[in-house]
């Protein structure tokens, strides 16, 4: 039946989709009764970091005394109650979106941080949503096939930035500064000035790199990033004044999600002691960048890392960290879209990697044989040979466990990368029960 309804998505014309979308989430709106408009909005999109940058916004926000909501594409934080996001989407359905946003303004939250994604945007899963606050991350290629072009992948994010200024302003009896319009983007980023040139109430940059931006009237900066095994740390200058910033966050490409956070300290009021506490308590995210050790002295890290540009940040972050072997376990980037990257992702790998194990994903309705075929037309390009360089073992679970045995000291390392903190692997249209970290443990007892 799920084969079925998949070839009837795939013959049904897009227009269809996007009236039936639209449909359900004004009636969802209706039902729930507009929730966001009681609650302040922080909207986090870009291609890679919105994960990361939602959970420690809301963190630090929470930490600070303001009670906090989170929809991420790893988990739903309602006050003090946190559970996995199990939907392996980024947004919500339109239902489930709002009946969350519901929650919140009953749990007495004030403000909800919602990770928004391009598809999300033109599948109308935003519709109605009043964001106050707009983070810009980066942008990079991704999701072409659902998009038909780049400029089209951009243009789906910049229409929540577009409709900021349009949307009704909110007097929620606190903080009345967060309830200016706002943006704030990624400077070092080429297209920071695309997201910034909408109109807003003000407009903040945040960089390590760049020291201006066109738009943008106010720059948070971070300087002199270092990183080592323990994790990240730098210099932010918010108030004229350095501070420095020691994260248990593993790689220096975090220092740009802590920036993103520090920008939404700064607008909300805080001082730099309170970022300084709120940014260095936070201790990660599940199936980011996150490190597990093991009993023989070798390192696991898992991380999501579905884009080109994130997975070559990965793997120079792995080669910067570790001086023995790097073992990759690289899955098939999700069947059925953006195909045209597998021998992009796997030259990728295997130009970081001493050995590769290519394994399963989440094929969907696609032979994962064929997934990792296209994988290793990048390996090929590389000059890797199978069976020296890498092999095949389509049973994830059997993968992993291959990738344990390979690591011997001190100074090795695994990578695991394509689920990061998915409880669910979908084969054939059903969702089969997996997890890496669960699968990691076990193996490590």
Not at 79 to 104: A, C, D, H, V
Not at 234 to 255: Q, R, W
Not at 318 to 341: E, F, H, P
Not at 417 to 439: A, C, L, P, Q, W
């Amino acid at each position: 039946m799920k084969k079925i309804k998949e070839i009837i998505r795939k013959l049904t014309p897009r227009f269809v989709f996007r009236w039936y979308y639209f449909a359900w989430a004004a009636l969802g709106l209706i039902i729930y009764r507009f929730p966001s408009n009681k609650l302040v909005v922080i909207g986090v999109t870009g291609t890679n970091g919105k994960t990361t940058t939602s959970n420690v916004v809301a963190w630090l926000l929470q930490s600070s005394g303001i009670r906090s909501g989170l929809i991420s594409t790893a988990n739903i934080k309602i006050g003090n109650k946190e559970r996995m996001n199990k939907s392996k989407n980024t947004m919500l359905g339109r239902f489930s979106l709002q009946k969350n946003l519901r929650k919140m303004v009953k749990d007495r939250c004030k403000v909800v941080v919602v990770e928004v994604s391009s598809e999300g945007i033109i599948s109308h899963r935003a519709l109605g949503i009043n964001f106050d606050i707009l983070i810009f991350t980066n942008l990079s290629p991704e999701h072409i096939e659902s998009h038909g072009s780049f400029p089209n992948y951009k243009k789906a994010k910049q229409k929540i930035f577009a409709n900021l200024h349009k949307s009704k302003k909110k007097n929620l009896g606190f903080a009345p500064a967060v309830l200016r319009k706002t943006i704030i983007a990624n400077i070092d980023d080429q297209y920071a000035e695309d997201f910034l040139k909408f109109k807003a109430d003000q407009r903040i940059g945040f960089g390590i790199k760049k020291k201006d931006s066109l738009f943008a009237t106010k720059i948070i900066r971070g300087s002199e990033v270092e990183q080592d095994k323990k994790g990240v740390s730098f210099f932010l200058d918010v108030f004229d004044e350095k501070t420095e910033i020691e994260s248990p966050l593993l790689g220096a490409v975090n220092a740009y999600n802590l920036l993103a956070a520090a920008s939404v300290g700064w607008v909300f009021g805080m001082s730099s002691e309170e970022i300084k506490k709120g940014l260095e308590g936070f201790a990660g995210v599940s199936g980011r960048m996150e490190k597990i050790s093991g009993k023989k002295g070798y390192d696991v890290i898992i991380d999501y890392a579905l884009t080109p540009e994130a997975l070559k940040e990965l793997y120079t972050t792995t080669r910067a960290l570790y001086n023995g072997k790097v073992i990759a376990v690289y899955g098939s980037c999700g069947g059925g879209r953006d195909k045209a990257k597998r021998p992009i992702m796997g030259q990728i790998v295997s130009g970081y990697a001493d050995h590769s194990i290519l394994t399963n994903e989440d094929p969907y309705f696609e032979d994962p044989h064929e997934i990792v075929a296209q994988i290793e037309e990048g390996y090929k390009a590389n000059g890797k040979e199978k069976g020296k360089d890498y092999e095949i073992i389509i049973n994830r679970d059997l993968a992993i466990e291959k990738a344990l045995l390979i690591a011997a000291k001190p100074g090795d390392v695994v990578v695991i990368t394509g689920k990061g903190s998915e409880t669910g692997m979908n084969i054939n249209g059903k969702i089969v029960s997996f997890n890496d970290k669960e699968t990691v443990l076990k193996y490590l007892k």
